[in-house]
T-cell receptor, first 114, second 114 residues
């Protein structure tokens, strides 16, 4: 019953450090996505993937990289962290990319950049 | 382009009284609409979805929403609030032809008073 699993749950970084946020799903979903949540702004799409080996940019991609080498995993990389990237990050997935199915969300990673 | 407006950033009700959370959307296509709930420090859980079937949609935990095309609205209601309903609620529209674009509203925080 794992669903979408995100690690770590909390992280504090210094400006300029790099890190990878992990996301894994065990539902064999083709579509996966990363969002950031900031107060009063809802969730904004960073990157998404419609299957292994295929990724694309969302609304706010700058400063983030992704890759999708397997169906299960979709890591998000911050190459050089900036204070503006302090946020809560959510990973989500759905079974079929070309559909209006609802997405399943992980519990989030709370990231602070000092 | 599609967008979502949640008319109230904060709604406060007494336990046992009705809940109304308002959502208006704009879309170039026939939209699919969703309501998600987020409890503190948790991910997003799907409450209900509208995908061009019945205009009155029933969801989990006694919530329902009515799709009104003429008013471009998708308001969320519940006849009797519970303390456990206190959370953040997001209205979401997915309205491109490929289901890639989930646009979130800014959220409404629901407080339930004893």
């Amino acid at each position: 019953n794992a669903g979408v699993t995100q690690t770590p749950k909390f992280q504090v970084l210094k400006t300029g450090q790099s890190m990878t946020l992990q996301c894994a799903q065990d539902m064999n979903h083709e579509y996966m996505s990363w969002y950031r949540q900031d107060p009063g702004m809802g969730l904004r799409l960073i990157h998404y993937s419609v299957g292994a080996g295929i990724t694309d940019q969302g609304e706010v991609p700058n400063g983030y990289n992704v890759s999708r080498s397997t169906t299960e995993d979709f890591p998000l990389r911050l190459l050089s962290a900036a204070p503006s990237q302090t946020s809560v990050y959510f990973c989500a997935s759905k079974e079929e990319p070309l559909s209006n199915q609802p997405q399943h969300f992980g519990d989030g990673t709370r990231l602070s950049i000092l | 382009a599609q967008s979502v407006t949640q008319l109230d950033s904060h709604v406060s009700v007494s336990e046992g009284t009705p809940v109304l959370l308002r959502c208006n959307y704009s879309s170039s296509y026939s939209p699919s609409l969703f309501w998600y709930v987020q409890h503190p420090n948790k991910g997003l859980q799907l409450l209900l979805k509208y995908t061009s079937a019945a205009t009155l949609v029933k969801g989990i935990n006694g919530f329902e929403a009515e799709f009104k095309k003429s008013e471009t609205s998708f308001h969320l209601t519940k006849p009797s609030a519970h303390m456990s309903d206190a959370a953040e609620y997001f209205c979401v529209v997915s309205s491109d032809n490929y289901g890639q674009n989930f646009v979130f509203g800014p959220g409404t925080r629901l407080s339930v008073l004893p």
